[in-house]
Each structure stands twice: as C-alpha cells, then as structure tokens.
T-cell receptor, first 111, second 114 residues
C-alpha cells in the first residue's frame, strides 16, 4: 500500500520562528489533507490540498502531486501552534475515500 | 452548521464489557469513516460506511468490532468484550461524497478499558 512519510518527526521552535514540515507519499493520490492535533487531542482541519498552494493566515501549504510531496509552512510561530501535525492522503487506487495518515510531526513552540 | 458530533467524549469500560461509540455526521454528509489512534501511534482507518451499507471494512479487527450507519440516526461503532488493548481514541469523519472530498473529523471518543 501507499507509504506516507513526514519529516521531521520532532521540532522545537522559539516563538516567532518559521518552520517547514514535509510530507512525502509513494503513489498518486486523490486527496491530501493537513491536520493539527492540539494538546487536547482534537483534530483540526488545516488544509484540503490535493495540488497547488493555499494560505490561511500564518499557515500555508503547497502540494506538488507529480513529485509526490506536500509542504506545510508555519510563519511567526506561537505557543498555540504546539501539537502534532498530520498529513493524510487518499490513495488513487481502490477509491474508497479512506485516508492514510503519516506518523506526524510533533511541534513544540517555546515562549 | 454543526460539525461532526461524537458521544460520549470519554468512556470507561471494564474488561469484558461492551462499548458503543456514536457519530453524527455533518448535515448533508452521507459518508462516514471511523479511525482509531492507539497510544503513541498514528491514526489508522477502520471502516467506511454509507447509509445502511458498509463500503470498506478492511481496517476493522476481525473479531469483536462492528459498525453500522442506519437509515435514521447516528453511526455506531460497537466493541464487544473489550480488552485493555482497545484503549484508544476513536475518531469519526464525514464527507458529502465518496472520494475526492475533504473529510471533517469529530472530537473523538477516548475509550479507557480498566
């Protein structure tokens, strides 16, 4: 099946710093989503981005489907950005819509 | 527009009891997905349902687990005779159509088996 790899696994930032999180996937996809799991365990939808670039405030994402990767940019990080960031893809094969998740990047933003 | 609702948010069961987790999709969504997050692990797909139909249950354990999405009412994930290894966060997601659509997640149910 499709492999989804996220890097780095862990990241510690000082408040105000910028960061880039990466998601590589091994096969073509119909759908790609980025999520933030906050310290209370809730999954927050960040982006639905099977291709192209989107921006929402301090966050932006780019997916290059032909090269099978996506990037999540966090600018001017805040302590509330702490948590785990997941990338999830819907494989092109099978077409049942199920999402395959990466292992996540754990981000800690220090004041 | 209410989001995906899950209840209960926290559930404690003794070994051998049954656990019932409920999920109400977003209004207008007829596709429901269940995922499980075991401690220190990522999220894993369990089952995909449409109204009255199981479409893909390739991620469901073969025994003790079942899911349904009746014509009326919420989707139910049922775990019979729970064991400690079932302790996890169970998330439900919904989408308006199959595939090529954003999935919206509920807040999850945290199951603890004592």
């Amino acid at each position: 099946g499709i492999q989804v790899e996220q890097s780095p696994p862990d990241l510690i930032l000082q408040e105000g710093a910028n960061s880039t999180l990466r998601c590589n996937f091994s096969d073509s996809v119909n759908n790609l989503q980025w999520f933030h799991q906050n310290p209370w365990g809730q999954l927050i939808n960040l982006f639905y981005i099977p291709s192209g670039t989107k921006q929402n405030g301090r966050l932006s994402a780019t997916t290059v489907a032909t090269e099978r990767y996506s990037l999540l940019y966090i600018s001017s990080s805040q302590t509330t950005d702490s948590g785990v960031y997941f990338c999830a893809v819907e494989p092109n094969s099978g077409n049942t819509g199920k999402l395959i998740f990466g292992q996540g990047t754990t981000l800690q933003v220090k004041p | 527009n209410a989001g995906v609702m899950q209840n209960p948010r926290h559930l404690v069961r003794r070994r051998g009891q049954e656990a019932r987790l409920r999920c109400s999709p977003m209004k207008g969504h007829s596709h429901v997905y269940w995922y499980r997050q075991l401690p220190e692990e990522g999220l894993k797909f369990m089952v995909y349902l449409q109204k009255e139909n199981i479409i893909d249950e390739s991620g469901m354990p073969k025994e003790r687990f079942s899911a349904e999405f009746p014509k009326e009412g919420p989707s139910i994930l049922r775990i019979q005779q729970v064991v400690r290894g079932d302790s996890a966060a169970y998330f439900c997601a919904s989408s308006p159509n199959q595939g090529f659509n954003e999935q919206y997640f509920g807040p999850g149910t945290r199951l603890t088996v004592t």
